[in-house]
């Protein structure tokens, strides 16, 4: 995921990307080689409380982000025709599902080595379905083919309430102890509670950075390219409780506030336009995305994605902790909800438009959009338009069609940027 | 005197027009509830002494669902939201809906944007059934759905009655179990279509008066001679095994449906309701009990193992996989249930289930090449 937009750099790296690119590597090389001493290393769900095993230095890779990491090297095609193909899985299911389930299986084969960054097979998943349901039959499929045990935080769906009753909140607390226990007993390692105590507090020194960094892009012109942010989103994934996470959310944020003091940006364009990006990154169209947005001046200022891994509690209180990971995925909220968060952005974001991406993968999303954009659009006024993309199957995404519906959208921005300005 | 005909005939005409029964429920003044599959907590509609009516939408070509639902939508839940939107269901007075999947999480949406007349009222099943705190939860949870069944009814549903309702859905399991076995006897009358109907009008009609309907079925077939089905036998899995036309082929090519794991059908029927703690306890139990089925979290689904003991059970040489068209839940468990088929020496038949399309074409070449195979 870090290495997206790195592709056909046009410039150095800032430091902060370099960091980035660092502390993923050292993610994946400790896994790997905690699994050459014989240890245990877990496949885990993008919003899973990481902080339990972040205490008990249990390493954890997260396939969601490095299905995106494949994707967006143009190297997942291949593992999703071997899930279709050998494997028999149908191609209606999650494309991260599909690229993750073959990887799972070639990696058995100590000499594989085409996907890139590769991961170590996997003694344990850790499961939380926030995200979405279809994340548990993923699990359960891996679970299945690799023989290994779930460890599951079934975190519920807020069907018409913002706020979980207190039973539901309960049942995800305890289930969250009991993880603890299990985890104690299949690791033979001790939980220190004390030292969870400080990975929970710098969680959420780091969630507050990276909140505080996204605010400032809300200065016209802004700062910052939209799409660089899912460069530093594999932080809040794989790292959401490491003090190199902080470093980098520091570092980002000296670049960002040194842009805002020059007057500078890292949108390669003059920002005509500014959007709301709904939905997951095409990763493996990024670049077209991307060269697409900026011939037309429009800079995807903010989306929901990014923000998505923000986990926000109080330290110490476990009932804290299970509420925000009842809450915390957009998918985890009604339509209703979560397109009053959207509007709300939207204003802030001072957004001419939303930019909706109809991810053929996840349902979920594609759901807000089309029962959700009407609220958008009375509620800011501005104009949405969709596309037809997916997060990892590059068969889904037309080049054609994203550029029309951009052309369209700007055509629509801009008559009412001209009335606006009479 | 009524005989086997005139029995099928009434399910049949309730099974293939709901509407029907609807009506009905609704000119005698009762209250009906729609209650979206699969493991709803009728007993709590039933024990308010409204009618819950079962919502499997229906083959239809969507001309207005694709307003919210986009065309990745499964088809069972586009064609109940299409149903939703042109007025089919008016009358009913709610609709419960699990979130089982993120096509009804997505679809609750759908649906309050797109029904407005007839209020949603969701709930959730916990997944994590192996600790204590997952029935506690799904007590609780069917105790939010009660207080909102009464506001409808109108008064308190007392936990005497629920016990009254769980008697009478149990019974009305037994009978079907039993008339699953009794069928497999008498397999020139039960068709596909015919075993199809007895199950699915049940969905749309008071369970004690089905359950006595069913039992004046079995008691006639079993005055019949047992007939030895010269034909194929096959065991069917999946959401559901529709439409009727589908079930035709199956006869049409002298193959017999022996067994089922059907979400319509058997699912809703192996696993009763026991004894536990209060009555809210005892239907959270039930759900911890299922096994075997793709909207419950199962490690090391047992789901291969049960088709697989099905067919060895009742003689059947194939097993057929109803595959409904964008259900991810069931698209996840495919391989598997193939590979357990193959492992077993049985083989299989991957049918697409499409409520959108009345074209059988592709099925009616895949089965009539199945029963060459088998």
């Known amino acids: 995921m870090t290495e997206t937009v790195a592709q056909k750099p046009k410039r150095p790296l800032p430091k902060s990307r370099v960091m980035v690119a660092a502390q993923t590597a050292k993610v994946y090389q400790d896994a790997w080689d905690a699994k050459a001493r014989g240890e245990k290393i877990g496949w885990s769900t993008a919003i899973f409380p990481q902080e339990i095993c972040e205490t008990m230095g249990i390493p954890v890779l997260y396939p969601e982000n490095n299905a995106a990491a494949i994707s967006a090297k143009h190297l997942g095609d291949d593992l999703i025709a071997y899930a279709e193909g050998q494997m028999r899985y149908p191609m209606n299911i999650c494309s991260y599902a599909r690229l993750n389930l073959a990887l799972a299986e070639k990696i058995q084969d100590p000499a594989y080595n085409t996907a890139d960054p590769l991961l170590p097979s996997p003694d344990f998943v850790l499961l939380a379905n926030n995200s979405c349901t279809q994340l548990m039959k993923w699990y359960e499929q891996l679970s299945h083919n690799l023989n290994i045990p779930i460890f599951f935080v079934d975190c519920l769906f807020n069907y018409d309430e913002e706020k979980p009753a207190a039973y539901k909140v309960t049942y995800i607390r305890k289930q969250i102890e009991s993880y603890i226990a299990e985890m104690e007993k299949f690791s033979g390692k001790k939980f220190d509670w004390d030292k969870f105590l400080e990975v929970q507090k710098r969680s959420q020194i780091n969630s507050k950075l990276f909140d505080d960094i996204i605010q400032l892009n809300t200065r016209v012109p802004a700062p910052v390219n939209g799409f660089d942010f899912f460069n530093y989103m594999s932080c809040l994934v794989l790292c959401r409780g490491k003090e190199s996470t902080t470093e980098i959310f520091k570092q980002l944020k000296l670049e960002i506030e040194e842009h805002i003091a020059n007057g500078t940006t890292s949108f390669p364009a003059k920002e005509e336009y500014r959007v709301h990006w709904e939905g997951i990154a095409c990763w493996p169209n990024l670049g077209h995305n991307l060269k697409t947005l900026k011939n037309y001046g429009v800079n995807a200022v903010i989306n929901g994605y990014v923000t998505a891994w923000n986990i926000v509690y109080e330290p110490g209180n476990l009932d804290s902790m299970a509420y925000a990971y009842a809450t915390s995925s957009t998918n985890s909220l009604t339509t209703e909800t979560i397109m009053n968060m959207r509007s709300d952005t939207i204003k802030k974001f001072d957004c001419d438009g939303m930019l909706c991406h109809v991810n053929r993968s996840c349902k979920m999303m594609t759901f807000h959009i089309f029962v959700g954009r009407n609220i958008v659009e009375e509620k800011t006024g501005v104009p949405c338009s969709n596309f037809d993309g997916d997060q990892s199957d590059s068969r889904v995404y037309s080049e054609a069609q994203f550029e029309t519906r951009v052309q369209g959208l700007v055509e629509i921005m801009k008559e009412n940027k001209e009335a606006k300005n009479g | ?374």
């Open chain 2, 1 to 374: 005197m009524v005989n086997l005909d005139s029995l099928f005939n009434e399910l049949d005409t309730i099974a293939v027009n709901p509407r029907i029964a609807l009506d009905k429920y609704l000119v005698s003044g009762k209250k009906v509830i729609g209650c979206f599959p699969i493991y709803t907590p009728e007993e709590l509609v039933h024990a308010a002494g409204m009618i819950p009516m079962g919502l499997w939408g229906g083959q239809t070509t969507p001309s207005v669902a694709g307003q919210y639902a986009p065309i990745f939508t499964c088809s069972l839940l586009r064609s109940c939201l299409e149903f939703g939107m042109l007025g089919k269901y008016q009358g009913i007075s709610a609709a419960l809906m699990p979130m089982l999947c993120d096509t009804y999480r997505g679809v609750s949406g759908a649906w309050r944007v797109g029904v407005k007349d007839i209020p949603l009222i969701a709930f959730i099943h916990p997944q994590n059934r192996k600790l204590a705190a997952s029935r506690e939860f799904l007590a609780a949870e069917y105790g939010a759905v009660k207080t909102k069944l009464e506001a409808i009814a109108g008064h308190v549903i007392s936990d005497a009655a629920i016990k009254n309702s769980i008697g009478v859905y149990n019974a009305h399991q037994a009978a079907i179990r039993e008339f699953c076995e009794v069928a497999n006897d008498h397999l020139d009358v039960v068709t596909p279509k015919i075993r199809h109907t007895v199950m699915k009008s049940s969905h749309f009609m008071e369970k004690g008066a089905h359950t006595a309907i069913v039992s004046q079925i079995i008691d006639k077939l079993k005055q019949l001679p047992i007939h030895q089905w010269k034909g194929k036998k096959v065991i069917l899995t999946g959401i559901t095994g529709e439409p009727d036309d589908l079930l035709d082929l199956f006869a049409e090519n002298k193959i017999a449906v022996v067994g089922d794991d059907l979400a319509q059908e058997s699912r809703q029927f192996r696993t009763d309701i026991p004894k536990c703690g209060g009555p809210l306890e005892s239907l959270a139990q039930q759900w911890l009990d299922r096994t075997a089925c793709s909207t419950v979290h199962e490690v090391n689904s047992s789901r291969g193992k049960l088709i697989v003991d099905l067919a060895r059970k009742y003689g059947a040489q194939g097993i057929a996989i109803c595959l409904m068209k964008f259900c991810d839940v069931e698209e996840y468990e495919y391989p598997m249930l193939v590979k357990a088929a193959e492992d077993a020496g049985i083989p299989s038949l991957s049918l697409e289930i499409d409520q959108s399309t009345m074209n059988n074409e592709q099925s009616r070449t895949k089965i009539q090449s199945f029963a060459e195979m088998i």
